[in-house]
């Protein structure tokens, strides 16, 4: 009885002794980035909260540095949410994009993953293909796209009493009356018009943005077992059934990481309009100014991640191992 009862024990001891292990190199990983965060980004996170709180001042006495920080509490938030209308109103133009930007994103990369993750000749080609632009939209790419060459220069080449049409042909696909004549018979809101006429004049972007949450939808369909499928095949179920009822559901932990790339994404990108007017006023009015705009904005995404987060968690299936 003892010795029967002490190898049960002793596989425990073992499969303990490997989570150890694992949890000990899980830290060392981690490590260099713990080390960067405390010895790097601490002290600066600390010195830009210290000067969204403060008000610099030259150092008339000439002992130690050159310029004082004068605590001024929140005047600097004041001025950036009451005084400086540019920022607030940059600020809710950007959120009302990511409204319209993050599903399309979600939805469209989500689309592509289940039509690459088809067994097809050439499949590893048409991934590489549609993960492209995420490698090109870097470096001089990127700086091109963002001062839009090619739209300026269609827009200057225009002349006449049309220029300022063709200017809007070069830039646009759709307008906002071509979608009113296709869904005048449907009695369409003109909310929807306007957010389908976005969508498929922002097609370029959608496409530039979703490679990477392509590749994370693609990894977890791949993830799916095949036999779960086969079963259902061989109850009857379609392939509408199956999506919804086995896809769907399997892969709604990826939604929830896609859903929050794409909204850091979205509010880090060099073109965002916020991020780009705290760049203007440091570099143009105050430092103490901009520092108040950066910590307001960071809250704001912290608070809309949380949101989104709570929200879709609520719908989350988590597959169970044991």
Do not use: C
């Amino acid at each position: 009885m003892t010795g029967n009862n002490s190898v049960p024990a002793v596989k425990k001891r073992k499969a303990k002794s490997l989570d150890k292990k694992k949890a000990k190199m899980g830290y060392v990983f981690v490590l260099p980035f713990i080390l960067g965060f405390f010895v790097i980004y601490l002290p600066m996170i600390v010195e830009s909260i210290r000067i969204s709180f403060s008000e610099i001042k030259p150092n008339l006495t000439g002992v130690g540095s050159s310029i004082l920080y004068e605590n001024v509490g929140f005047k600097n938030y004041s001025y950036a949410l009451f005084e400086d209308t540019e920022f607030v109103k940059t600020l809710i133009t950007n959120l009302k994009d990511l409204v319209l930007d993050v599903p399309a994103i979600v939805i469209f990369s989500l689309f592509l993953a289940i039509i690459l993750n088809q067994k097809m000749h050439g499949r590893a080609i048409f991934r590489a293909i549609f993960f492209i632009p995420v490698i090109v939209s870097t470096g001089i790419i990127e700086y091109i796209d963002m001062k839009n060459v090619l739209s300026e220069t269609m827009g200057s080449t225009s002349i006449g009493g049309d220029g300022g049409q063709a200017a809007q042909t070069g830039t646009e696909i759709l307008n906002t009356m071509d979608v009113q004549k296709f869904f005048a018979s449907m009695q369409v809101g003109q909310g929807l018009v306007e957010y389908v006429t976005g969508l498929v004049n922002d097609v370029y972007d959608i496409v530039n943005r979703s490679g990477v949450q392509m590749l994370i939808f693609l990894a977890g369909l791949q993830s799916i077992s095949p036999a779960i499928y086969e079963s259902a095949y061989m109850e009857g179920a379609t392939s509408w059934e199956t999506f919804w009822k086995i896809t769907f559901p399997m892969i709604s932990p990826m939604i929830l990481v896609n859903a929050i790339y794409t909204i850091i994404d979205a509010f880090t990108t060099e073109t965002n309009g916020v991020m780009t007017r705290i760049s203007y006023v440091n570099d143009n009015s105050s430092m103490p100014h901009a520092m108040a705009m950066s910590w307001i904005y960071f809250l704001v995404v912290i608070l809309i991640i949380a949101l989104v987060a709570g929200i879709i968690s609520a719908y989350v299936f988590y597959q169970r191992r044991d």
